[in-house]
């Protein structure tokens, strides 16, 4: 179905990106509404990563275009935009607490030269109650558990209220009621406004939780909603035959 420019949070139009002259994207097309859950799964080594790295502007494209609200990441994006990266890339022996890395996320409008005034830590607090994390302020961030640092993260990306919130493997290594919380928290965002994409590799969760799935494997192998996208068809071109063993597929 066709959407009025005016609804389109993401438009991704054959784009081809990659790392040292080799394409892990191949001619990738989609599009995401304004307000829309999607999540985007495939093996490891599919683009997943790369894709939401596209679409922060961290990453630019080879071929093809982007457009983000109307507008290609830049400058211009950056502050709509929240993004979470996965929690391997993350050094948690540095020695910040919660409330630093949640103003780090306001960087992108001050600067790293500038101190964060009263209302950006204002912010920050906001942000941290948003997940339920206002009792670890002061804690350092090498001090929580895996999931109590993800929501840190989250907060982090949201300081700023961007419009779209990007999030790589954000229930990864944790527990399943770390999960549920994770995903009630984006849920609750979503209510209010907030584009969402989430990348996992957690079959169990995406009928529950996604508007859309996008199936990715360097290509779109399908892209809808979660009853008609998980089929054993789709499943088996997208991870291999041997991972469907039970993953909840339509029959």
Not at 7 to 24: E, L, M, N, Q
Not at 79 to 94: D, T
Not at 167 to 187: K, N, R, S, Y
């Amino acid at each position: 179905m066709h959407r009025p420019a005016a609804s389109v949070a993401i438009s991704v139009d054959g784009v081809c990106a990659g790392y040292f002259g080799r394409d892990v994207l191949d001619e990738v097309s989609f599009d995401v509404a304004q307000g829309e859950f999607v999540g985007v799964i495939g093996p490891n080594g599919s683009g997943k990563s790369t894709l939401l790295k596209v679409l922060a502007g961290l990453l630019p494209v080879q071929c093809g275009a982007v457009q983000i609200f109307g507008q290609p990441p830049g400058p211009q994006t950056q502050r709509m935009v929240g993004y979470v990266p996965q929690s391997e890339a993350i050094n948690w022996s540095f020695p910040v607490t919660v409330t630093d890395v949640v103003l780090m996320g306001t960087y992108a409008k001050l600067g790293f030269l500038h101190r964060p005034h009263q209302r950006e830590r204002d912010a920050a607090a906001h942000a941290i109650e948003q997940v339920g994390m206002s009792a670890f302020a002061d804690t350092q961030i090498g001090q929580l558990s895996g999931g109590q640092q993800q929501r840190v993260f989250v907060a982090r990306a949201l300081v700023e209220q961007p419009r779209l919130l990007l999030l790589d493997e954000p229930i990864a290594g944790v527990d399943a009621t770390t999960q549920h919380a994770i995903f009630t928290l984006l849920e609750d965002l979503q209510q209010h406004g907030t584009t969402i994409v989430v990348t996992t590799h957690d079959l169990s969760c995406v009928a529950e939780w996604f508007d859309r799935v996008l199936c990715l494997n360097h290509r779109v192998i399908a892209y809808g909603k979660p009853e008609s996208v998980l089929t054993r068809e789709t499943l088996s071109a997208t991870f291999g035959s041997h991972v469907l063993f039970g993953a909840a597929v339509a029959t």
